[in-house]
């Protein structure tokens, strides 16, 4: 079983956001059969049934083993993944484009960035899978409390900077074995709910004044 298995096609997507196949999704974390499904979700076995055989076309569960009990054989599935996240490709056409409209300091821009990550590292990570390798990635993820809006806007400039000085040392064009990364730096303000100590949710500030007051 993955740990995390990106889901590219529509009718995949479909078929794990209805809401009984979620439930048998999540409860095929540890292997089962439809009786014993039907008995842990409180649903008619002939459903269950059904939507198993949903799951398994679009490779959201597997076989993992098929039990003799008598005259019949019982069949053992478990979900493929620990975890499933969409990808945009799922959407098609209508899925976010970081290069229609690139802008540093537009929210929908960063989420169209967050979209494409989504898509690559998901097409990576199928890719690997099927030839049985790893895929070389690396994240940082850390939390910056900021004093003002004004260090806020020193801090990206700063950031963008150092960015730039260090892909100008490394990248290399007309390397003849080279491979091609992408880097993507993600800064937004953290909702209240989720930060230590908050009690409700606040609107987020915008990001491209360094007058603001300090909030």
Not at 62 to 67: I, P, S, T, V
Not at 144 to 157: G, K, M, N, Q, T
């Amino acid at each position: 079983m993955l740990d995390v298995a990106v889901i590219e096609e529509a009718a995949a997507a479909e078929a794990a956001l209805d809401p009984i196949r979620s439930r048998i999704l999540a409860a095929l974390a540890e292997p089962g059969s439809a009786a014993m499904l039907a008995g842990r979700l409180d649903l008619p076995r002939q459903k269950v049934n059904y939507h198993l055989k949903e799951l398994e076309r679009h490779g959201l569960v597997e076989l993992a083993e098929e039990r003799r009990k008598g005259n019949v054989t019982e069949r053992v599935y478990r979900a493929t993944a620990a975890s499933y996240v969409i990808s945009p490709a799922a959407l098609a056409a209508v899925g976010p484009d970081p290069d229609r409209s690139p802008d540093q300091l537009s929210a929908q821009w960063l989420l169209a960035l967050g979209a494409r990550l989504v898509q690559e590292v998901g097409a990576l990570l199928t890719g690997a899978a099927r030839a049985g390798r790893r895929v070389a990635t690396f994240g940082l993820d850390t939390e910056i409390r900021f004093a003002s809006a004004a260090d806020r806007a020193a801090f990206a400039e700063e950031l963008t900077q150092a960015v730039t000085a260090l892909i100008g040392r490394y990248h290399d064009e007309a390397a003849p074995a080279g491979r091609s990364h992408r880097l993507v730096i993600g800064l937004h303000q953290i909702p209240a709910a989720a930060s230590p100590g908050s009690a409700a949710p606040s609107a987020p500030a915008p990001a491209h004044s360094a007058e603001e007051p300090q909030r």
